[in-house]
């Protein structure tokens, strides 16, 4: 950049007044590092700057644009692997968590539109007065709908949402340009995601950085049912549980299924620490079934006959477990943190792949982290299978629950890293939960002329690079 | 606390900020916690964004006091609300105000405080009070009475009435009482903006009076006053109690039911930092109806006044404030009551526009007793 500091402060401020842009190096400091500080070093960004509007998010970009400074785009605060580290000196970090507005709520095509800046748990308090919700990531219920819709897809509590939840959205490019995806882009009915050429909506989402900033987004909402009933079986290998898992999604029967192991996502599904896990089987089924009167009925006396030859047990818990766990698939994740609270920090490893591989997944991840000192107790797993099962499409998370303030133990993690990411790729993923620096490098050698195609379609879009410089290309 | 210490404290935050909201179910209310981070809106407010501030600070990579470094970690009431949330979800340990307590010692070590805050310090070291007032606020004494009422700075010399209440009580309820002949300031509002150095000739002077004075219980209506007696002296070997933990164990005060409305704001330290919330609640539900807020108890929102706030940023205390007069209304209160004289400065001042009542419950145990 060709300005003094404060001449460019200066310049931010005239677009979004003086208290929303800063140069203050306790300010941003405050944005420097995510959970992730083991694997992406904390950076400051330059500059932080809090736009209100699609408008003064326009004015940033074209100025940056001009400058070719570097933009991090930013939500509600709650970031992970790095996602929103600057990488370079001198960037501007886009705080959007003033803009948070819910555009609309249309319980007659059963979308909401929202700014940025709208969390989970706002979205909720505003729809289920129409018996919707969105679709819940096991994230906190703090993070940001538009940004996890937007990064790709979520991996959600309830199976039946699927896996695709975005049917339009207005993205601004760095040269000022807005650009709506699906039939937003024709009319002003931003319900369909198709329609006007190839998916532009899924063309401009997931990648390393951004292709821009997305101002406002339509997504799906999806009903809310009275009828409910929680089940945990218990299993003693990660094997076992495939057959009955694969059955309650071939036949559409359970709203929300989770795989976990005894000690850390139990933990935060039941709402408490104060229970004696360690005496259950080692991994817990967690299956919820919902719907209306006579489907529920029906739903749920072909699981418990699914559960019956399942090869696990029906686990006695108490009532308070089973409510809990309701209130986190289907109404946002907040005691399912409490995973944060087993050692001080996570590392994960959060793919795509089919549920058949699901036992191979676990022993892998165990082979891995034994190999490189991490030990038993800290191997922790996590399957999620999504709805429609076609190509069996789970997410699976393989966690670490570690002491955060463990250095030595942050160069354990970085090695099992190395090997896992080739070894999981070796194996067959269907793809990366999120595409971050650190696992998407080792991905694109092996994607062959995607790569190049990728390369210049960021080009076209972003010839300055300035939407999070430095995260792949 | 040990740097090691402190910077493990904050390598255990993940950044999930879950501490920024009240719990979320089963009453899927989306409920802010933390004053300053809604009012200021930068990362730097919440408290994910302070313990980097404090990382960079212990790491040398901030090296100047800057006008946002001194907002971000003064601009906030040590209120405690985000401690208590994250020890909900993750069982963490280690105090969030009190690492802030420390982040402020540590600003305080390098010479980077406020004016106001260094003003304040200087008025105590004067007059021994904290509003630097040179008169003395006239109260009788029992000599040799087993209670001693420690009035505190703001009772004294800005809510007055709140001391005045809690006189008038001890004498309808014939209880003889001492109250200090010269009190000075506990030093809360100095360990609370990181000036602990000064502490020590007023701890050292209390703790000298009150030994003198021969009584076995120490009664405050404040509770900030009360914290620091509990937490930043030593043991005195006399009883330290809050003015409602007082009237509770009284049993029946035969007092007359003022056919009022009211809501209990629960005040930090006295709630989170001390754990005493049925206490005023029982003492107010003889005196009045009470009514529930959304947030209440281990949740309650800062009324915005505390951790050298109200003195420094005026505007976010009184706006604080005025979001808890509106969470009053909305529960349908003639009244708000609380049982800390700084909490009802603020709440008062906030209220003022409202038409809003806010009491202290020692001054509506006072209207409520006969005689």
């Not at chain 1, 002491?403 to 990366?432: A, V």
């Not at chain 1, 050698?445 to 972003?462: H, M, N, Q, S, T």
């Not at chain 2, 909490?343 to 005689?371: F, M, P, Q, W």
Request: charged share 25%; hydrophobic share 35%.
């Amino acid at each position: 950049m060709n300005q003094t500091v404060s001449e460019f402060v200066k310049e931010l401020q005239a677009i979004v007044v003086e208290e929303n842009a800063t140069d203050d190096p306790a300010i941003c400091a405050s944005y420097s590092r995510d959970q992730h500080w083991h694997f992406v070093p904390a950076k400051n960004p330059a500059y932080v700057v809090r736009p209100a509007n699609k408008e003064e998010v326009r004015q940033v970009l074209m100025l940056a644009n001009k400058e070719k400074i570097p933009v991090i785009p930013y939500s509600t605060g709650i970031n992970v692997r790095g996602l929103t580290i600057p990488v370079h000196e001198g960037s501007i970090l886009l705080d959007l968590s003033r803009m948070d507005r819910i555009v609309e709520i249309n319980p007659e095509m059963k979308t909401a539109t929202v700014e940025p800046g709208v969390t989970f748990g706002m979205l909720l308090e505003k729809t289920r007065k129409y018996k919707l919700r969105p679709a819940f990531p096991d994230a906190p219920l703090t993070v940001s709908v538009l940004v996890n819709y937007y990064l790709r897809g979520i991996y959600q509590t309830a199976a039946a949402d699927g896996h695709d939840h975005v049917l339009s959205y207005e993205m601004v490019l760095p040269n000022g340009e807005v650009i709506k995806t699906g039939s937003r882009s024709l009319s002003e009915m931003p319900y369909f995601r198709y329609g006007v050429g190839p998916d532009f909506a899924g063309v401009f989402c997931a990648h390393p950085g951004t292709c821009g900033v997305v101002t406002e987004l339509t997504a799906k909402l999806y009903r809310l049912y009275d009828n409910r009933k929680v089940y945990f079986i218990g299993f003693d290998d990660a094997n076992t549980p495939i057959n009955f898992l694969h059955n309650l999604m071939h036949d559409e029967l359970a709203a929300s299924i989770r795989l976990v192991d005894n000690q850390s996502w139990l933990k935060g599904i039941c709402g408490t620490f104060d229970y004696e896990y360690e005496k259950l089987p080692k991994f817990v089924a967690c299956i919820l079934v919902e719907g209306l009167d006579e489907i529920f009925e029906a739903k749920d006396k072909l699981v418990s006959e699914y559960i019956k030859e399942s090869g696990g047990g029906v686990l006695d818990f108490p009532e308070e477990f089973k409510r809990t766990f309701e209130e986190e698939s289907l109404g946002g994740a907040e005691k399912s943190c409490m995973v944060f609270g087993l050692r001080g920090n996570y590392h994960c490893i959060g793919l795509y792949g089919p549920l058949k591989l699901a036992g191979k997944y676990y022993e892998l991840h165990e082979r891995t982290a034994l190999e490189v000192g991490i030990p038993e107790a800290y191997i922790h797993y996590y399957v999620n299978p999504i709805y429609s099962f076609h190509g069996q499409l789970c997410y699976f998370e393989l966690d670490i629950f570690y002491d955060g303030s463990d250095l030595e133990f942050g160069e354990k993690l970085r090695n099992y890293n190395r090997k896992q990411f080739q070894r999981l790729l070796d194996l067959g993923i269907y793809g990366w939960f999120r595409p971050y620096a650190g696992i998407i490098e080792p991905t694109v050698e092996r994607i062959g002329y995607l790569a190049e195609v990728w390369k210049r379609f960021l080009k076209v879009l972003d010839p300055n690079k300035i939407m999070n410089r430095g995260k792949l290309f | 606390m040990e740097r090691e210490e402190i910077l493990s404290a904050i390598y255990h935050c993940v950044k999930c900020k879950l501490c920024s909201i009240s719990s979320f179910h089963p009453n899927e209310e989306w409920l802010p916690l933390c004053p300053s981070g809604r009012f200021y809106g930068y990362q730097a407010f919440y408290a994910p964004g302070k313990l980097e501030i404090f990382r960079e600070i212990l790491e040398g990579e901030i090296s100047e006091p800057t006008e946002g470094l001194l907002k971000a970690v003064y601009a906030c009431t040590l209120c405690g609300a985000c401690y208590e949330k994250c020890k909900q979800i993750t069982s963490v340990e280690i105090s969030l105000p009190e690492l802030f307590e420390e982040l402020r010692e540590e600003l305080v070590k390098k010479g980077w405080f406020l004016d106001t805050h260094k003003n304040i310090a200087e008025k105590i070291k004067e007059t021994r009070n904290a509003y630097g007032e040179n008169y003395k606020y006239e109260a009788k004494s029992f000599y040799g009475a087993d209670v001693l009422y420690f009035i505190g700075c703001t009772a004294r010399y800005r809510v007055p009435e709140i001391a005045d209440a809690m006189l008038k009580i001890f004498d309808k309820l014939a209880i003889k009482y001492q109250v200090m002949e010269d009190e000075w300031c506990c030093g809360s509002v100095l360990l609370r903006t990181g000036q602990v150095g000064d502490v020590k000739e007023l701890r050292e002077h209390n703790i000298e009076e009150i030994k003198n004075s021969g009584a076995k219980t120490v009664v405050f209506t404040c509770p900030g006053c009360l914290m620091t007696f509990e937490k930043n002296y030593p043991d005195m070997g006399v009883e330290l109690v809050h003015s409602s933990q007082f009237l509770t164990r009284l049993g029946d005060m035969k007092v007359k039911k003022q056919g009022m409305e009211v809501v209990y704001h629960d005040p930090c330290h006295l709630g989170r930092d001390l754990g005493i919330y049925e206490e005023p609640r029982a003492v107010l539900k003889e005196v009045a109806d009470v009514k529930e807020m959304k947030r209440e108890r281990e949740q309650a929102w800062c009324c915005g006044s505390g951790g050298g706030v109200k003195s420094a940023f005026d505007d976010f205390a009184l706006w604080s404030a005025g979001e808890r007069i509106k969470e009053a209304k909305e529960a349908g209160a003639d009244a708000l009551v609380s049982a800390c004289p700084f909490c009802k400065r603020n709440l008062r001042e906030a209220a003022e526009k409202e038409g809003t009542e806010v009491y202290d419950v020692v001054e509506l145990v006072n209207r409520s007793l006969e005689g």
